[in-house]
């Protein structure tokens, strides 16, 4: 069946192609051209050969061209190809090398960096430590908080009783105060009224037969001793002569004269001296308690003078006056007397200021 | 007429002027008769009598002008109008001491009553001459020149410097060492006087060495002279922080701890606040103050005086406590608390206790401790009653709610807070809440104390918006307890069974 259709097709081409062959232009041109050349001695079948070549030499010739072409361009796809291939494994192989290289680095950076990772970690955690260590102990130490806060406690108790005993001092010193100058006071009193002491024919005004017991006052008449009034302030004159016996002694650290104002500390240990008012002069004559006194002590020193200006002027003006005054006038026969006022002043300030 | 009666004419017209001059003085010290004195005309008599050539007339006439100019203000211009003062000036530089001394007296009391009246003293040449008077020997011109030069220095900073460029500190330093004590308590006061305006004139009162001697005079007796030392080393060190470090290193203070305990309430007002100007620098100056036990005296201190003299203590407690949470728990420990307590009660001066709110909330803000501190003396009711109180100052409502709040945000102690959560406005409620929501969730005590004492019902009570920072502390703090007792403390919760009682069929 299948051999049948085939040779039918074969068939069916030598049809085609003998109509072809012989109904071509060119059979018709070689058909004259042969009748015009007079071809007709060829023999018949190589004239038929000759005007079928005719025909198909363009045909031939397209087709040969063809045929070349192709195989030229088959040639050249298979070169490119054959070089595409080639180039294809240079270029695997060259790539596949710098991946690795690359690949490479990376593994040895990622290792790297692990490493550092580590041994930043372990720096962490020691500098962790230290950190916290250093913080507790020096900076936010709590037990030296702790032990600065009790003695702070305990400095403030301290504190607090110190101030509590000096205040206590200050107030009994200061009652001391109050009692001496009372006391004195007192003194005085009594010195001033030294006339209404009690006699043996009639009871002072202080000791009347109806009472029990001598007032407190008349005790304190009994003991002051009378004293003329001088030159000097009185209440001076009582202090020194009158402050006798169970008077005194109660006061502990009594003080010399604390009843005239001080310039300096009224609570010293030391005597205090009765001030050097610029009116009155010193006198060479006072009692020796007081010269002994002024003469122990450091008197303070100061710019000023501790005598008039024009003390010089009177001393001479007064000695004058009194040889004047005397009748005989022989010095040497002159009897012995004692230094005047302004001879006394003289003397007493030259020798404080250490000229005799 | 014989030589004799003419002279005797003379005496009489002498005798008359120095009755006339003597007796005005006389008058002049009683308030009443100025007026009239002042209506008769006596200015410009005075000022003629002043160029009498008798001195003691001179100087009574003084002594009369400065005790009319010392008694009010129109005088004392009067005086000025009168021109007298230039004369004054001239005369001070010729004359004996006691003229120097009725002089200096009428500068002073001219130029005490304001800054203009000392600016015409300046103006006319007065503070050379005063200056001049430093020098003398005599101590009565001395301390009435000081005294003359303390009233023109302390109006304003230009008249202090105007006293200083006349060379007075070194006299004046030079006066401090004198044996008297009234020259000495003048001096200190011209100092302090001089030195509070600015820190210029404080450093110019130092370098003249005057620190040395104003704390060797902080053990002398005299009660007047303390005052004026201590005040004027309160103006020094109060400007920098290098003038009181050098006012610390002259090793006053043991010392002058203990003149925390003398007798005259200035005095100890003054000591307290030299240690106030000295503290409010830095801690480490306070540190020196704490470790001489100065805080302990100071609060006994508070305790023994009333009204404005304890203000200066208070504010030493406050600087204190807010340099360092150290130094504020030395000042817990030391039994700040319960005496700012006690001020607070006593005291009823809005400015007082707005200074002891600010104290209270400089001490307690540091951490929880400091908090608790406060808030167990009960500080924290009775610093709301006061922002609450409609009768307080703006001031003293503002440092209540700010020493409040900062003191909330620390606070862990649940029993003082528990009394501010009912009648609490809400911006002060918020960190109430705030504080019990960061508590309770971790302490199961303080949960049950919580529940009893009726503080979830309060807490249930409290209104809030929803979406507020308020409901999210309420809902943490709702978080904490079981549905059941949360919901049997919500309110109309009895209306709720009730209901359901109601509602409900017995089967």
């Given at each position: 069946m299948a051999e049948q259709l085939k040779i039918k097709s074969e068939v069916e081409e030598f049809k085609k192609e003998y109509f072809y062959r012989n109904s071509g232009a060119m059979t018709k041109a070689i058909k004259i051209s042969e009748a015009q050349l007079n071809?007709?001695?060829?023999e018949p079948t190589t004239k038929a050969t000759y005007f079928q070549a005719e025909e198909n030499r363009q045909r031939d010739y397209q087709a040969a061209n063809r045929i070349q072409s192709w195989f030229r361009a088959s040639k050249v796809r298979a070169y490119l190809s054959h070089l595409h291939k080639k180039a294809i494994i240079i270029q695997r192989i060259w790539r596949g090398f710098t991946a690795r290289a690359r690949f490479r680095q990376m593994v040895k950076a990622a290792y790297f960096i692990m490493k550092m990772n580590f041994y930043e970690a372990m720096a962490v955690r020691i500098q962790q430590r230290w950190r916290g260590f250093f913080v507790r102990k020096h900076i936010h130490n709590y037990y030296a908080r702790k032990s600065y806060l009790e003695g702070l406690s305990k400095k403030n108790e301290l504190v607090r009783m110190e101030l509590a005993e000096l205040e206590e001092l200050q107030k009994r010193e200061r009652h001391c105060v109050e009692m001496v100058k009372e006391q004195t006071a007192k003194v005085y009193q009594a010195h001033r009224l030294h006339h209404l002491l009690s006699t043996k024919q009639c009871p002072g005004v202080f000791n009347s037969?109806?009472?029990?017991a001598p007032h407190e006052m008349e005790i304190l008449l009994r003991q002051v001793k009378y004293q003329a009034p001088t030159r000097l302030d009185p209440r001076g004159r009582a202090c020194l002569m009158g402050?006798?016996?169970?008077?005194?002694?109660?006061?502990?650290?009594?003080?010399?004269?604390?009843w005239i104002k001080t310039t300096?500390?009224?609570?010293?240990?030391k005597p205090i001296l009765p001030p050097i008012s610029s009116k009155k002069q010193q006198g060479l004559f006072r009692k020796p308690g007081e010269v002994w006194e002024q003469r122990m002590l450091c008197p303070d020193l100061t710019?000023?003078?501790?005598?008039?200006?024009?003390h010089l002027e009177e001393a001479q003006n007064q000695l004058q006056h009194k040889y004047i005054r005397?009748?005989?006038?022989?010095i040497r026969n002159r009897k012995y007397a004692p230094p005047s006022e302004a001879q006394q002043q003289f003397l007493y300030s030259a020798s404080l200021r250490q000229e005799l | 007429m014989s030589q004799r009666q003419i002279i005797q004419v003379f005496e009489q017209y002498q005798k008359s002027r120095f009755q006339f001059v003597q007796t005005v003085s006389d008058l002049a010290l009683?308030?009443?008769?100025i007026e009239i004195l002042q209506n008769a005309g006596v200015m410009s008599l005075l000022r003629c009598l002043m160029l009498d050539v008798v001195p003691s007339i001179q100087q009574t006439a003084a002594l009369a002008l400065g005790r009319l100019a010392d008694h009010s203000d129109d005088l004392a211009e009067a005086v000025v109008k009168e021109g007298i003062l230039p004369q004054l000036v001239q005369s001070l530089a010729l004359k004996n001491r006691f003229y120097k001394k009725a002089a200096a007296f009428v500068l002073r009391s001219v130029a005490k009553h304001s800054p203009e009246l000392s600016q015409e003293v300046v103006a006319s040449g007065g503070v050379d001459a005063l200056v001049l008077c430093l020098?003398?020997?005599?101590p009565g011109v001395k301390e009435a020149a000081a005294w003359a030069l303390g009233y023109i220095a302390r109006h304003n900073a230009s008249l202090s410097q105007s006293v200083v460029d006349a060379g007075a500190v070194p006299l004046l330093v030079l006066c401090?060492?004198?044996?008297?004590i009234a020259l000495k308590r003048i001096a200190a006061s011209t100092l302090s006087d001089i030195s509070k305006h600015t820190p210029e004139l404080a450093q110019t009162v130092v370098d003249a060495g005057a620190i040395a001697h104003l704390a060797q005079m902080?053990?002398?007796?005299d009660a007047k002279l303390k005052r004026q030392v201590f005040s004027a080393l309160s103006q020094i060190s109060k400007h920098s922080v290098s003038l009181a470090e050098m006012v610390i290193e002259a090793d006053i203070f043991p010392a002058a701890v203990a003149c925390?305990?003398?007798?005259?309430d200035y005095v100890r007002k003054n000591v307290t606040t030299l240690m106030r100007e000295v503290v409010k620098h830095t801690p480490e100056l306070s540190q020196v103050i704490v470790n001489c036990g100065g805080m302990a005296t100071v609060i006994d201190y508070l305790g023994e005086c009333r009204g404005n003299l304890r203000l200066p203590g208070i504010m030493m407690l406050g600087y204190v406590a807010a340099h360092s949470e150290n130094l504020a728990m030395a000042v817990i420990l030391s039994k700040g608390v319960p005496q700012l307590a006690l001020c607070l009660s006593e005291e009823h001066e809005h400015h007082i206790k707005a200074a002891i709110a600010w104290s209270i909330g400089q001490i307690g803000h540091h951490t929880p401790e400091h908090a608790k501190a406060v808030a167990s003396s009960d500080l924290l009711v009775k610093l709301l009653e006061l922002y609450m109180d409609?009768?307080?100052s703006e001031d003293l409502q503002a440092k209540s709610k700010k020493a409040l709040k900062s003191i909330l945000q620390k606070c862990t102690y649940l029993p003082g807070l528990?009394?501010?959560?009912?009648?609490?406005p809400s911006n002060i409620l918020k960190y109430v809440v705030c504080q019990f929501s960061k508590v309770l969730p971790n302490d199961s005590k303080a949960r049950r104390l919580f529940v009893t004492s009726g503080g979830l019902k309060k807490v249930q009570e409290i209104d809030a918006e929803p979406g507020s920072p308020l409901q999210e502390y309420i809902n943490a703090i709702n978080s904490c307890f079981p549905e059941e007792i949360v919901r049997y403390y919500s309110p109309g919760y009895s209306e709720v069974l009730l209901k359901r009682l109601e509602n409900y069929q017995p089967a």
């Open positions: 071809l007709r001695h060829i037969p109806f009472r029990p402050m006798l016996g169970p008077t005194a002694p109660s006061f502990p650290g009594t003080l010399g004269s604390p300096g500390t009224c609570c010293s240990s710019l000023r003078l501790q005598t008039s200006y024009t005397l009748p005989t006038g022989n | 009683r308030p009443q008769n020098e003398e020997f005599d401090l060492l004198e044996p008297e902080i053990l002398n007796p925390l305990k003398d007798p005259d409609a009768s307080s528990e009394p501010l959560l009912y009648d609490v």
